[in-house]
Every structure is written in C-alpha cells, then in structure tokens.
C-alpha cells in the first residue's frame, strides 16, 4: 500500500484534499496545482467555495487570475466532506485560536477530524498543519483515525508537518520556505516527506509528529519572547528620552550575535499572541511552568494599554480628553502590506478607546470595510486621507504602518500622531513615540 502511495505522488496522479481554504490552504492548493496534481478544496464556508469556484479570491495577496487558473486546471472546492474518499492525502489547516480563558480551543481541528473520519478509507495520508500542543497527532488524531479499524503505519497513515506561511512577504513562497515533517510511524513518515517533497524545495523530516508539533511553536516563542523585551526595552527607553527604535537600528549594525526584533503596539497574528499558550497549557500536565514565556506574554499582553495611556497623556497636554475625541487609527491589519486581520492590535486598541468614549475611525488601504470577526464589531469603513481629513481628527494613532500611506502628508496635517510603530525617525511637535 505503502508503494502505491508514493507511486501516486511520483507520477501526480495522487488527489490533494485540502481542508480549510484560508491563508495557509488556499496558498498549499495553488502549489499543488501547479506542479499538476488534482486538488480537491473543502470549507464549512459556502461563500469560500463560491467565491473560488467563480474564479476570485478573497486574500489579497492572491490574484484572482491564480485561482481561475487552478479552476481551469481541475481544482474544485466544496462543503461536502463525504467526498473525502476522492482524495488519496487530507491537509488539515483549520484555525487553532485561543478561547476566553487563554487555553487551546481545538474545536476546529477536532470538529473537522470528527467529520473526516466517517469517510476515510484505506491508504488515506493525514496531515495536520494547524498550530497545535506537542501530543495532539497522537493523543486526538491517531485514535480517531484507528477507530475505523485502520492500523496507521500500514492501512493509513498519519503526520504532522507545521504550516509556515508568512503572508505579504514577497522574499518567501509556499515553495522556498522548508517544510518540517514528522510521522507517526517511518512508513508515515516515508510518505509526508514524499508528498511534501513533491511541491516544496526543502522538506525537513523530525523523529515524531511531537517533535515537529515542538519546532513550531518554538519558532514562535522565540519570536514572542524576543518581541517582549524590545517592548519591555522601549519602555525603559521612553522613560530615559531614548528612542528605542534609533538603539535597535544600531545595534542591528553588529555583524553577529545580535538579531533586530521591533516593538509594537501588541502582538497581532495567527501565531505568536496564541502558540506559546499552547505549550504553556500543555506543561502543566507534566509539572512544569513555563515562567520565561507567560512572562513575554504578560509583556506582550500589556501593549495596548500602553499605547491607550500614551495617547491619553497626549491628548492631556493638548487639554483634551480621550472622551470626545475624534481618533483615527492608521492600519487595522496585524502587519504591514497585508489585510490579515487575525488578532490585530488594531481592533484592540479601537475597543478600548471606544470604551473610552472616542470617535473612532479607521484608515487602511488592505481593509476597505471592518470585516465580520468572531469577537469584535464596528460598522466602520476605512476613511480616506486628505489634508482636510487627517486635520480633522485629534489624534492620529499609527498603529500598523503600510507602505502605502504618505507618512508626510500625515505628519504635514495631523494635529497629532502617535507613533507605535517607530516610522517617524526625527523629533517633531505634533508625533509622540508610543
């Protein structure tokens, strides 16, 4: 069975199903297709599947043309899991967000598993690429899968192998970026690399799918981690009248041992404000509290309310008050040059100000209307810029800095700015640095 499998994937006659159609599917399908291999999509999202069987795309940095291209090709999408049969691998890339008590909600994967399950077959590859605590492939997945009567290893088969996508980054593709992969069993193992291999340059196989699953989220928290001390740095610095942007731009000049990370507002995507509860959550099982990271977090966590009180001291020595003000915020995506919402600071930072009765509106080229999100509201479309429109507000908070705006109409009209980003490098009257 083995054999034929990887026969499959050696001649591309092998059928990818893909499972959640988002930021991390959608990107793994075009790759798929374009190196030739049948692609079956599946999303509970009726208008996804819809949209991409007309030929659209609603990811920005994806073209339209990519996805009536991959139609053309063969790709179909549905909301019909009992054609998983169809497929001979299923990609699992669901959301793992957090819920309100800051634990793993694994309703996502845990509710597509459940759904995939009745319909899996013989010879059927699993694999999951959502972000997820060290144990879930073996402890959720593999006795799922085995209920069926399969043995995984021999009549199905079963990896992890973490998603990497880094959207808007124009230097990285689904392509060049590694993979890492680990299986349940080497025939597992064997196969996932193979697959991967098929479409990825660089494929990086680890012992077990609890290895892999531990690569991720390290990856992340060194990320989280190192963004809390800039931020817990910046702090200091503000308070000592150093601008902590102009000290990273410096020491980033030191060849080695030194790597430049930059504060921010918050922590905003699908990763790094959520992964490293994730391995916090799953320690405690075995004793062990993760002091470093939940530390980084409560750093992170904090930002916003920084930012609001740097806002609230600006506005004071204004003689204004945040209640009544009229606030626009610049960018509402979690970085720069994309229209990923996901965990924005943005719209955390809008919470609070309205809650503090502020007029708030917001400006970004990527988000032309506030989009529907599990857990935030606002009946907000972005304004543009003119002269008369930045004059018109008291405060202008940066919070995500595109490239698209024009930093020096903004400074040229705004009353005031606060900068939480670190873009404007020289002093000036009307920009307090946040």
Same mark, same amino acid.
């Given at each position: 069975?083995?054999?034929?499998?990887?026969?499959?994937?050696?001649?591309?006659?092998?059928?990818? +199903?893909?499972?959640?159609?988002?930021?991390?599917?959608?990107?793994?399908?075009?790759?798929?297709?374009?190196?030739?291999?049948?692609?079956?999509?599946?999303?509970?999202?009726?208008?996804?599947?819809?949209? =991409?069987?007309? +030929?659209?795309?609603?990811?920005?940095?994806?073209?339209?043309?990519?996805?009536?291209?991959?139609?053309?090709?063969?790709?179909?999408?549905?909301?019909?899991?009992?054609?998983?049969?169809?497929?001979?691998? =299923?990609?699992?890339?669901?959301?793992?967000?957090?819920?309100?008590?800051?634990?793993?909600?694994?309703?996502?994967?845990?509710?597509?598993?459940?759904?995939?399950?009745?319909? =899996?077959?013989?010879?059927? =590859?699993?694999?999951?690429?959502?972000?997820?605590?060290?144990?879930?492939?073996?402890?959720?997945?593999?006795?799922?899968?085995?209920?069926?009567?399969?043995?995984?290893?021999?009549?199905?088969?079963?990896?992890?192998?973490?998603?990497?996508?880094?959207?808007?980054?124009?230097?990285?593709?689904?392509?060049?970026?590694?993979?890492?992969?680990?299986?349940?069993?080497?025939?597992?193992?064997?196969? +996932?690399?193979?697959?991967?291999?098929?479409?990825?340059?660089?494929?990086?196989?680890?012992?077990?799918?609890?290895?892999?699953?531990?690569?991720?989220?390290?990856?992340?928290?060194?990320?989280?981690?190192?963004?809390?001390?800039?931020?817990?740095?910046?702090?200091?610095?503000?308070?000592?009248?150093?601008?902590?942007?102009?000290?990273?731009?410096?020491?980033?000049?030191?060849?080695?041992?030194?790597?430049?990370?930059?504060?921010?507002?918050?922590?905003?995507?699908?990763?790094?404000?959520?992964?490293?509860?994730?391995?916090?959550?799953?320690?405690?099982?075995? +004793?062990?509290?993760?002091?470093?990271?939940?530390?980084?977090?409560?750093?992170?966590? @904090?930002?916003?309310?920084?930012?609001?009180?740097?806002?609230?001291?600006?506005?004071?020595?204004?003689?204004?008050?945040?209640?009544?003000?009229?606030?626009?915020?610049?960018?509402?995506?979690?970085?720069?040059?994309?229209?990923?919402?996901?965990?924005?600071?943005?719209?955390?930072?809008?919470?609070?100000?309205?809650?503090?009765?502020?007029?708030?509106?917001?400006?970004?080229?990527?988000?032309?209307?506030?989009?529907?999100?599990?857990?935030?509201?606002?009946?907000? @479309? @972005?304004?543009?810029?003119?002269?008369?429109?930045?004059?018109?507000?008291?405060?202008?908070?940066?919070?995500?800095?595109?490239?698209?705006?024009?930093?020096?109409?903004?400074?040229?009209?705004?009353?005031?700015?606060?900068?939480?980003?670190?873009?404007?490098?020289?002093?000036?009257?009307?920009?307090?640095?946040?």
């Amino acid at each position: 069975m083995k054999d034929a499998f990887l026969k499959k994937i050696a001649d591309k006659s092998a059928v990818i +199903g893909i499972v959640g159609l988002g930021y991390v599917g959608l990107p793994l399908m075009l790759r798929f297709n374009e190196v030739g291999f049948k692609v079956l999509g599946f999303d509970i999202d009726q208008s996804k599947v819809d949209a =991409l069987h007309a +030929g659209n795309s609603y990811i920005e940095h994806i073209s339209g043309d990519s996805i009536a291209s991959a139609r053309a090709s063969g790709f179909e999408a549905t909301t019909d899991f009992s054609r998983a049969p169809e497929a001979d691998a =299923l990609i699992l890339c669901v959301p793992t967000p957090l819920n309100k008590y800051r634990e793993p909600d694994m309703s996502y994967v845990l509710g597509t598993i459940d759904s995939l399950v009745p319909h =899996l077959r013989a010879g059927h =590859l699993v694999s999951l690429e959502s972000t997820t605590y060290p144990g879930t492939t073996d402890e959720e997945l593999l006795p799922r899968i085995e209920s069926r009567g399969f043995k995984v290893g021999e009549d199905a088969y079963l990896v992890f192998s973490p998603e990497r996508e880094d959207p808007g980054n124009p230097n990285f593709t689904t392509r060049t970026i590694p993979k890492v992969c680990g299986g349940v069993t080497p025939a597992c193992q064997e196969i +996932g690399v193979a697959l991967y291999s098929a479409v990825i340059d660089k494929v990086v196989p680890v012992s077990s799918t609890r290895a892999a699953e531990m690569t991720k989220l390290l990856e992340n928290i060194h990320r989280a981690v190192n963004i809390g001390l800039v931020n817990e740095m910046k702090i200091v610095a503000d308070k000592m009248g150093i601008d902590i942007h102009e000290v990273i731009r410096a020491a980033a000049t030191k060849p080695f041992g030194f790597v430049p990370y930059y504060p921010g507002p918050g922590l905003g995507g699908h990763c790094i404000p959520i992964d490293p509860f994730y391995l916090t959550w799953k320690a405690r099982e075995y +004793g062990v509290h993760t002091r470093f990271i939940e530390l980084a977090g409560e750093v992170n966590s @904090s930002m916003p309310d920084y930012v609001i009180s740097k806002v609230a001291a600006a506005l004071n020595e204004r003689k204004k008050a945040i209640n009544g003000s009229k606030i626009l915020v610049l960018g509402i995506a979690y970085k720069k040059n994309v229209d990923d919402m996901r965990e924005s600071p943005s719209v955390f930072l809008m919470e609070k100000l309205r809650d503090l009765g502020a007029e708030i509106s917001y400006s970004d080229p990527h988000v032309p209307v506030f989009p529907k999100m599990r857990e935030h509201h606002f009946e907000l @479309s @972005s304004v543009a810029l003119t002269a008369d429109s930045i004059a018109g507000y008291d405060c202008v908070l940066l919070a995500t800095d595109h490239d698209k705006f024009d930093y020096a109409q903004l400074q040229q009209h705004a009353q005031l700015i606060v900068d939480s980003r670190g873009k404007y490098l020289q002093p000036a009257a009307n920009v307090v640095k946040a």
